[in-house]
């Protein structure tokens, strides 16, 4: 087998190291309550990002880590450890944010309270939706991943309750939405890059 491949130029170890240096993009979904649409949103932003072959993009389901309220246990949850062990191997983000009462969700707040260094020094970009198209939530989470350390690129994709959704919970968006998700994984990406650099 090892002859047939280096007679044709098949190198499945050159391969396997591209897929091992590109950078490892998390899509956080931001919302974990009954008959949400974030895993919609979440899965045709992952389909755009495959496209582009630039890095290995996989979604991060905050409901999948069955995090406690924080400061209501003693902190020994496995779900605790699992979900900053899985921010620990990504070098950036992609949160899907809907909005509540013109913030974020309590549920998205709560995980990036439990963790901390393994936010810092990565970028992260911002796909929104509501009636505003999620602006107001947003701009919060702008705020608290300042904190975080966490660098929010520019471009921020926007989704309207009205236009791009129909009866509010099947997902169509506009066609012209594509060009700003692309822009903005083109700076995640950027900037996850650079920031890497500072965390060897």
């Known amino acids: 087998m090892g002859f047939w491949n280096k007679l044709f130029g098949k190198n499945t170890n050159n391969e ?3 897929e091992m240096t590109k950078l490892n993009i998390g899509i956080v ?6 008959g949400r649409v ?3 949103v979440g899965q045709w932003v ?3 990002a495959d496209k582009r072959g630039d890095a290995n993009y996989e979604i991060v389901d905050i409901a999948d880590f069955n995090l406690p309220f924080l400061g209501t246990t003693d902190g020994t949850e496995p779900g605790i450890a699992a979900w900053n062990e899985k921010l620990a191997s990504l070098d ?6 809907q909005e509540y009462n013109h913030s974020i969700t309590g549920a998205l707040k709560n995980a990036l309270d439990f ?3 393994a936010w810092n020094d990565k ?3 911002i796909v929104s939706y509501g009636s505003t198209g999620g602006a107001r939530a947003a701009e919060h989470l702008r705020g608290i991943m300042g904190e975080l350390m966490i660098a929010d690129v520019r471009t921020h994709p926007t989704l309207s309750l009205f ?3 129909e009866n509010g919970s099947v997902f169509k968006p506009q066609d012209l939405h594509l060009d700003n998700v692309n822009l903005m994984l083109d700076q995640v990406n950027a900037w996850s890059g650079a920031l890497k650099t500072l965390r060897k």
């Open 115 to 117: 963790a901390r260094e």
């Open 38 to 40: 974030s895993p919609q």
């Open 29 to 34: 979904l931001g919302s974990t309550r009954e």
């Open 92 to 97: 950036g983000f992609v949160f899907i944010v």
């Open 46 to 48: 992952k389909e755009i």
């Open 163 to 165: 236009t791009d959704f």
């Open 16 to 18: 396997e190291t591209i």
């Open 123 to 125: 970028a992260a970009g």
